[in-house]
């Protein structure tokens, strides 16, 4: 069934997620993260899908988790806090993380909390001028979830990752960009019109090959140079047998602009 709260089309091979919420600024409920989970998952099976949007409606990204009905109280059985973690915001942010398209994420308003960490998970991430991003644990009293003090230090270093997290000050988009959290900033007006261009950019693609460069990135940040450069030829001998890199290579003795299939 639809979820009319998370609208989705695929069209000229971008698939494309609207968290519409606007009431709540586009908190993430339990139901919203998993149907979005759902999705990501989904779009790496099918090959009509080859480059991923994710955006918000109305003047907000996300605003974070909707922890309506989460207030402490009622006996915990230990061990359940984690069990919900590994559930709930980390599933969600590996599924951004392990996602075999291209993800690009279209901040156009407030990314705050998880929904700061959704957008930064994304491969690319264009923002409106509008747009701010925010650490907003520490408001709360609460530790950075949903991989955050696994993002941050990687995209800004430690230093500026603690800044972030122990201030929980609203990050302008431009600000963000300095910092390298930001591809582009654009006009408010022309974050959609962007966003499909490159998403559109994207699907006319070598998916197989994007989808594996991803993974080589993502990977390198936790591994030695012995297991990134296994990992580079492993990846190789794989995309090798791929009909994107058929052509790819041909097109290049022929010298003619290739036509990828995304297979």
Not at 156 to 165: D, H, I, N, S, T
Not at 193 to 214: Q, Y
Request: hydrophobic share 45%; glycine share 8%.
């Amino acid at each position: 069934m639809a979820d009319p709260r998370i609208h989705h089309t695929t069209s000229h091979h971008v698939t494309w997620i609207t968290l519409d919420r606007p009431e709540v600024r586009n908190a993430l409920a339990p139901a919203d993260r998993d149907h979005l989970i759902g999705l990501l998952d989904e779009a790496s099976r099918t090959p009509a899908a080859r480059a991923v949007v994710i955006t918000g409606s109305g003047g907000a990204f996300c605003a974070g988790a909707d922890l309506r009905g989460t207030a402490a109280g009622g006996e915990r059985v230990a061990g359940d806090i984690a069990r919900t973690l590994r559930d709930g915001a980390q599933r969600l942010i590996t599924a951004v993380l392990d996602c075999e398209k291209p993800v690009v994420a279209a901040v156009n308003g407030t990314a705050a909390g998880i929904g700061a960490h959704l957008a930064l998970a994304c491969d690319l991430v264009l923002a409106a001028e509008s747009a701010s991003f925010i650490e907003v644990f520490a408001r709360r009293g609460l530790v950075p979830d949903g991989a955050g003090a696994y993002l941050l230090p990687r995209l800004v270093g430690p230093q500026r990752a603690k800044e972030l997290m122990f201030f929980g000050d609203a990050l302008a988009a431009a600000d963000a960009e300095r910092l390298g959290l930001v591809n582009r900033v654009v006009a408010d007006a022309d974050l959609e019109k962007t966003a499909r261009a490159w998403a559109e950019r994207l699907a006319a693609g070598p998916t197989r090959a994007l989808a594996l460069t991803k993974q080589l990135v993502n990977a390198s940040l936790d591994s030695g140079r012995a297991t990134a450069l296994a990992a580079e030829a492993a990846a190789q001998e794989i995309n090798m047998a791929t009909r994107d890199a058929q052509e790819g290579i041909s097109s290049f003795v022929e010298r003619r602009t290739p036509t990828f299939e995304g297979r």
